[in-house]
């Protein structure tokens, strides 16, 4: 089913929902995983020869470029819960990832980001009826809006791509074939 990989790739947030799915289909297509995560103890249910799990500091370039050595690409699957605060751990966090894959020669960067992150896109119907009054949901979005902008202006040496799922839904994988478009700068699929 899937093209065998022997990427190396360090996934940020692994124990988190996302991320631990980003490990398994990593996992599935034959890469060499490394989970960055506060905790490596959340992370000792996945048994597999191509895994392995450090402790890494998200808000430390040293922390993370000493991780990222030697690997092939990132993957940010961190998420921060919603506030009705303004948040600020997408757009602070981000540069210290760019930073250390400068340190490290790592030049792909995959991030996971949201639909609606340009506050012009709220104005769309499915917005309007179904996320606007999720309360602090807005504030995510800008941050990660913040998050997207830094890469736009100021990374432009990393191979990055942002990943704007509409849903994510929890269970088993259903083998549909997913319909996307693929917006800004296009990549073929040897990016990944």
Same mark, same amino acid.
């Given at each position: 089913?899937?093209?065998?990989?022997?990427? +190396?790739?360090?996934?940020? !947030?692994?124990? !988190?929902?996302? !991320?631990? *799915?980003?490990?398994? &289909?990593?996992?599935?297509?034959?890469? @060499?995983?490394?989970?960055?995560?506060?905790?490596?103890?959340?992370?000792?249910?996945?048994?597999?020869? /191509?895994?392995?799990?450090?402790?890494?500091?998200?808000?430390?370039?040293?922390?993370?470029?000493?991780?990222?050595?030697?690997?092939?690409?990132?993957?940010?699957?961190?998420?921060?819960? +919603?506030?009705? /605060? @303004?948040?600020?751990?997408?757009?602070?966090?981000?540069?210290?990832?760019?930073?250390?894959?400068?340190?490290?020669?790592?030049?792909?960067?995959?991030?996971?980001?949201?639909?609606?992150?340009?506050?012009?896109?709220?104005?769309?119907?499915?917005? &309007?009826? /179904?996320?606007?009054?999720?309360?602090?949901?807005? /504030?995510?979005?800008?941050? &990660?809006?913040?998050? *997207?902008?830094?890469? +736009? *202006?100021?990374?432009?040496?990393?191979?990055?791509?942002?990943?704007?799922?509409?849903?994510?839904?929890?269970?088993?994988?259903?083998?549909?074939?997913?319909?996307?478009?693929?917006? !800004?700068?296009?990549?073929? *699929?040897?990016?990944?």
């Amino acid at each position: 089913k899937f093209i065998e990989c022997r990427m +190396k790739v360090v996934v940020l !947030g692994a124990s !988190g929902d996302t !991320g631990l *799915e980003v490990v398994k &289909q990593g996992l599935a297509r034959g890469m @060499k995983i490394t989970a960055g995560v506060r905790d490596p103890a959340k992370m000792d249910h996945v048994k597999h020869d /191509n895994f392995s799990c450090v402790k890494v500091d998200i808000f430390s370039a040293e922390s993370m470029a000493s991780v990222f050595a030697g690997h092939d690409a990132v993957v940010s699957a961190v998420g921060f819960p +919603k506030s009705p /605060n @303004k948040i600020t751990a997408f757009s602070e966090m981000t540069p210290l990832i760019v930073s250390a894959m400068r340190t490290a020669r790592v030049k792909r960067l995959l991030v996971i980001s949201a639909w609606f992150t340009d506050e012009e896109s709220r104005s769309h119907t499915f917005f &309007q009826n /179904n996320w606007k009054y999720v309360p602090g949901l807005v /504030n995510v979005l800008d941050d &990660q809006c913040r998050m *997207e902008e830094f890469l +736009k *202006e100021h990374a432009s040496d990393i191979w990055w791509a942002a990943i704007k799922p509409g849903t994510l839904s929890w269970g088993e994988e259903t083998g549909m074939d997913l319909k996307y478009k693929i917006g !800004g700068g296009v990549m073929d *699929e040897s990016f990944f």
